[in-house]
């Protein structure tokens, strides 16, 4: 069965950068669409940033120019370059897969896999 499995969390200090890795198993990268969400303390999961076929990005407009989404083909995997981070940046970062036709890239209802996620510290 389909795996996510996010790696690279950490605490930083504000300004500092972050790279996520999110490694699929049984679900090859570039299929369908990928994407980044997070959970923040208090708040509901929030699209991040996304992929479609290695080309077609979309980003959140509190990361747009901070984050870089990718993925290597190669190694089956996708990123997250996340820099100049801020404390609002703080939280639950989830890799997710396989989007829904049609429907809005940072929908969390529409994505069909997800990892359990990884903790993103900023203060």
């Known amino acids: 069965h389909v795996q996510l499995v996010e790696s690279g969390g950490d605490s930083v200090q504000a300004g500092g950068s972050l790279k996520l890795s999110c490694a699929p198993s049984e679900y090859t990268v570039g299929d369908d669409w990928m994407a980044w969400f997070r959970q923040s303390p208090g708040k509901g999961r929030e699209g991040v940033a996304a992929?479609?076929?290695?080309?077609?990005?979309y980003y959140g407009d509190s990361v747009k120019g901070r984050f870089t989404v990718s993925q290597d083909y190669s190694k089956n995997m996708m990123y997250l370059q996340m820099n100049s981070l801020k404390p609002e940046d703080t939280g639950i970062y989830y890799c997710?897969?396989?989007?829904?036709?049609?429907?809005?890239?940072?929908?969390?209802?529409?994505?069909?896999?997800w990892g359990q996620g990884t903790q993103v510290t900023v203060s």
């Open positions: 997710a897969a396989e989007k829904a036709t049609g429907t809005a890239w940072d929908d969390e209802r529409w994505y069909e896999y």
């Open positions: 992929v479609y076929g290695g080309v077609t990005t």
